[in-house]
């Protein structure tokens, strides 16, 4: 059983900052390695905005790169990953999904919703 409690969406303006924060917690069963924080934006796929392995490289879409930061407290089945984004544009307006990966399975959380205005 992995567990991953979103929290920090909500509306902000366009060159505002938010914060988002992903709670993992895991069983015995596994080991989870990968950590992502995706985004949807209506009408679009599900697409891939910043993730940290457990060496701690990161990744970041080229559309993040330089605003984003993803960073974690804690390892393995005990977690914490936030991402910090910064200057952030209209198009930036999505549904914000964590993503653990545990063997060949992925977690997903609930969603948070971000909505930049002008």
């Known amino acids: 059983q992995v567990q991953l409690l979103e929290s920090g969406g909500g509306s902000v303006p366009a060159g505002g900052s938010l914060r988002l924060s992903c709670e993992i917690s895991?069983?015995?069963?596994?080991?989870?390695?990968?950590v992502g924080w995706y985004r949807q934006a209506p009408g679009k796929q599900r697409d891939l905005a910043a993730g940290i392995a457990t060496d701690g490289n990161v990744k970041y879409a080229d559309s993040v790169k330089g605003r984003f930061t993803i960073t974690r407290d804690g390892l393995y089945n005990s977690q914490t990953v936030w991402l910090q984004m910064n200057d952030l544009k209209i198009d930036d307006t999505a549904t914000y999904y964590c993503?653990?990966?545990?063997?060949?399975?992925?977690?997903w959380g609930q969603g948070t919703q971000v909505p930049v205005h002008s």
């Open positions: 993503k653990a990966e545990r063997g060949s399975n992925n977690y």
């Open positions: 895991a069983n015995i069963g596994g080991v989870i390695t990968a």
